[in-house]
């Protein structure tokens, strides 16, 4: 036998519709902006003005001469942020160039500053395109990692940058005091209004087309020691993070993000300075398979996990479609 069914009171919701969802009204009072431009950071890589055979294969990489219109289009759009990386040239074992006036990349953050001055830059700080071996540190000649050489090079190009207009740092090989040699050496240099923001990177294979394209494979060799382990990353990330903030980081960045979402969550949970998710350039193929919409809802996802900023080669691709949705 059938229960009778209980009439509805005027007024009330059909059954299984709720009604904090159910009117159009009532959705715009409670909405929140899942994801807006200025949520993500463009990766801007600067090539040489000659061809390149990976020209192309990436958003954001471009020869110096393209930088100012590129920065120019991505404002447009809403993107507040850039991170630069140079192409060296004139590479030795030292990474002399690095550290040259009037360099690649010296001349890249005048160009994103002369064109677009309120854009957030984050630089690279790190050996491996400017180092013959690709490594991003210097060698001992018994093949053991030259801390205090490294140390040197890194915080020569941090000041160099700075003086150049950079408004953040970004030291990218994981040696513990690294932090603490750039921050002082910022703050000797007068730049004590420059942030530093060390990765937290974890060894992958989503690295591959960015380290093709910029020559910064390394000659022998892997950098798996300067980089956690994946197994692990829930647990070391957490650590090296304490030890980053220790030493003087203002923000964190972590790369990759598309396998390590559970990661980014807990070090939201765990720290309170600002987390960059870093969409690394081998989730660029992954996003561009997903489409401009899916692109959108999956960064839209890292923000919801805890990113604060999302620095993504889809960055231009997904503030065009949030402008046009919102139009």
Not at 39 to 48: E, F, I, Y
Not at 224 to 230: A, H, I, K, S, T
Request: net charge neutral; charged share 20%.
């Amino acid at each position: 036998m059938t229960a009778p069914t209980r009439p509805r009171a005027p007024g009330s919701a059909p059954q299984g519709v709720n009604p904090s969802r159910a009117r159009q009204a009532v959705r715009d009072l409670y909405a929140r902006p899942a994801l807006v431009p200025a949520d993500l950071s463009a990766p801007l890589l600067v090539l040489p003005g000659s061809p390149h055979p990976g020209n192309g294969l990436l958003p954001g990489a471009v020869p110096l001469g393209d930088v100012p219109r590129t920065v120019e289009r991505w404002a447009r759009l809403g993107i507040l942020g850039v991170k630069v990386f140079a192409y060296g040239h004139d590479r030795d074992a030292k990474g002399s160039a690095a550290c040259a006036p009037g360099n690649r990349m010296v001349r890249a953050i005048a160009a994103v500053k002369d064109r677009v001055p309120g854009m957030a830059l984050t630089t690279e700080v790190c050996g491996c395109s400017w180092t013959d071996h690709g490594q991003c540190v210097l060698r001992a000649p018994g093949g053991d990692i030259d801390l205090p050489s490294t140390f040197r090079l890194m915080k020569r190009m941090a000041v160099l940058h700075a003086d150049a207009g950079a408004d953040v740092v970004s030291p990218t090989a994981m040696l513990d005091g690294s932090v603490r040699a750039v921050r002082t050496a910022l703050d000797e240099a007068g730049h004590r209004d420059v942030g530093v923001n060390p990765n937290l990177a974890l060894h992958t294979t989503l690295y591959g087309p960015f380290k093709e394209l910029m020559g910064t494979d390394p000659a022998a060799g892997n950098r798996r020691g300067l980089q956690l382990e994946p197994a692990r990353a829930d647990r070391d990330t957490l650590v090296q993070a304490h030890r980053w903030v220790g030493e003087g980081a203002d923000s964190l960045t972590l790369q990759p993000v598309m396998t390590a979402v559970d990661v980014l969550t807990r070090l939201h949970d765990s720290q309170h300075v600002p987390i960059v998710a870093y969409s690394t350039s081998g989730e660029w193929s992954a996003l561009r398979a997903l489409g401009t919409e899916g692109a959108a809802e999956y960064t839209a996802m890292l923000k919801r996990a805890g990113a604060d900023n999302v620095l993504t080669f889809a960055a231009e691709q997904v503030a065009a479609y949030l402008e046009a949705s919102r139009g």
